[in-house]
């Protein structure tokens, strides 16, 4: 038996990996080769130079507590360099080390901060499309989801935000670069929308906090530079994950910041560091945690993935889809010819493209294709996708 709020979570529970569970079976049908699969952002591209030879070292060479607990928090060195490196990078300046916690990855991240910050009922605002999972940690946390949707071309709406931010707002998720419309939000639409928090903040009475998740920072296409939005606000916090930007999804290692300017800095760190604990993270993995100390500046090369934006955006173009060239990430997503984003999926599926549907970015009337492939499949999704006007 099972409770009622997990049964409806399966009911309602991504489609993504659903797709990608099946993707298994049909490579198995059809040949691994005839599939073009670009259901999930796992990436295809190994880990840079950097990471696996630190991993090599920590292996041949290991420091005598590797393999002990650590500190709830993470490893004080480790929580040292990462904030130096947002830091010296103008990401959080005035980053020391308690203003971090490593985490396992940019979803544990999450889940630490919402049982952090959240009493049952308490309302956090996301933006849609988001990232499928951000619906289920905040249910995880007894929080409610309320969703805005952006503007047509994927920006945040700040009037609608205005709306929406009521006496039960406690926080507000922002992605960008997002997953999945790619955009990147320019730096006056975010001073402006942290002016928006303050004010409601004041008129109701109770801090709004604002979580900027950017696991995909470093993966831009243009040369507008990145500005985080837990820099430009007191309340503000950061998740972030080396699932992307080290292309090591499975070893399950992020961090969450906190703006140095926030009042409540010392309180926040330590309700953090023992909701790792007691979330059953304990901490962050120990291993992990002495890898990216070594490798924190190496980053995955980002040329194979503009090569593979630009390849498709010619096709989708051409074949007369309707879609926002991605400022960064690796997605792309597409208006749905038709506007039935479940439909245009199994008919892709049917054909050997797996991509997965609008809806389960709580954004109906697109699909979304995760270009972290290699070239093969980029090739095979060209030849495969349905001209947008039959
Ligand atoms: C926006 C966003 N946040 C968080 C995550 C989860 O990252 P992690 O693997 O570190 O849990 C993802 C993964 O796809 C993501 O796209």
């Given at each position: 038996m099972i409770s009622e709020e997990m049964r409806q979570l399966l009911a309602t529970g991504s489609e993504i990996?659903?797709?990608?569970?099946?993707?298994?079976?049909?490579?198995?049908?059809?040949?691994?080769?005839?599939?073009?699969?670009?259901?999930?952002?796992?990436?295809?591209?190994?880990?840079?130079?950097?990471?696996?030879?630190?991993?090599?070292e920590l292996v041949a060479n290991p420091p005598p507590d590797l393999h002990r607990y650590t500190p709830n928090a993470g490893i004080p060195e480790?929580?040292?360099?990462?904030?130096?490196?947002?830091?010296?990078?103008?990401?959080?300046?005035?980053?020391?080390?308690?203003?971090?916690?490593?985490t396992a990855g940019a979803s544990g991240a999450t889940n630490i901060v919402l049982r952090a910050v959240l009493d049952?009922?308490?309302?956090?605002?996301?933006?849609?499309?988001?990232?499928?999972?951000?619906?289920?940690?905040?249910?995880?946390?007894?929080?409610?989801?309320v969703v805005v949707p952006t503007t047509p071309d994927f920006l945040p709406d700040l009037a609608a935000i205005e709306e929406a931010l009521g006496p039960r707002t406690r926080l507000l998720?922002?992605?960008?670069?997002?997953n999945p419309s790619g955009r990147l939000y320019p730096q006056w639409l975010l001073r402006d929308l942290v002016e928006i928090i303050r004010k409601q903040s004041r008129k109701?009475?109770?801090?709004?906090?604002?979580?900027?998740?950017?696991?995909?920072?470093?993966?831009?296409?243009t040369s507008e530079p990145f500005t985080s939005p837990a820099k430009l606000y007191e309340h503000g916090l950061m998740t972030y994950s080396f699932s992307k930007s080290k292309s090591i999804p499975g070893e399950r290692i992020g961090y969450l910041a906190l703006n140095p300017e926030?009042?409540?800095?010392?309180?926040?760190a330590k309700a953090f560091a023992l909701a790792n604990r007691i979330l059953g993270f304990t901490s962050a993995p120990s291993l992990w945690q002495h890898v990216i100390a070594r490798s924190l500046d190496a980053v995955i090369d980002i040329e194979p993935l503009r090569r593979h934006r630009d390849c498709l955006l010619e096709a989708l173009e051409n074949k007369g889809y309707e879609v926002i060239p991605p400022d960064g990430t690796f997605y792309l997503f597409p208006r749905t010819p038709g506007g039935d984003d479940v439909a245009f999926v199994s008919r892709a599926m049917e054909s050997l493209l797996l991509v997965?549907?609008?809806?389960?970015?709580?954004?109906?009337?697109?699909?979304?294709?995760?270009?972290?492939?290699?070239?093969?499949?980029?090739?095979?999704?060209?030849?495969?996708?349905?001209?947008?006007?039959?």
């Open positions: 990996r659903t797709m990608w569970e099946r993707s298994f079976e049909l490579k198995r049908i059809h040949g691994a080769e005839n599939v073009a699969d670009m259901t999930l952002g796992n990436p295809f591209a190994p880990p840079p130079e950097g990471v696996l030879k630190a991993l090599e480790v929580r040292q360099l990462i904030a130096a490196h947002l830091h010296d990078h103008g990401l959080l300046p005035g980053a020391q080390r308690h203003h971090v916690v490593v049952p009922g308490d309302e956090v605002v996301l933006l849609s499309p988001f990232f499928p999972d951000y619906p289920a940690h905040v249910l995880n946390q007894h929080g409610v989801p998720i922002i992605n960008h670069p997002n109701n009475g109770r801090i709004i906090y604002l979580l900027s998740d950017e696991p995909y920072r470093e993966i831009c296409f926030s009042p409540a800095a010392t309180e926040l997965a549907p609008g809806s389960t970015f709580g954004h109906p009337g697109h699909f979304r294709m995760a270009f972290c492939v290699d070239q093969r499949t980029v090739d095979l999704a060209v030849e495969r996708l349905p001209p947008a006007r039959q």
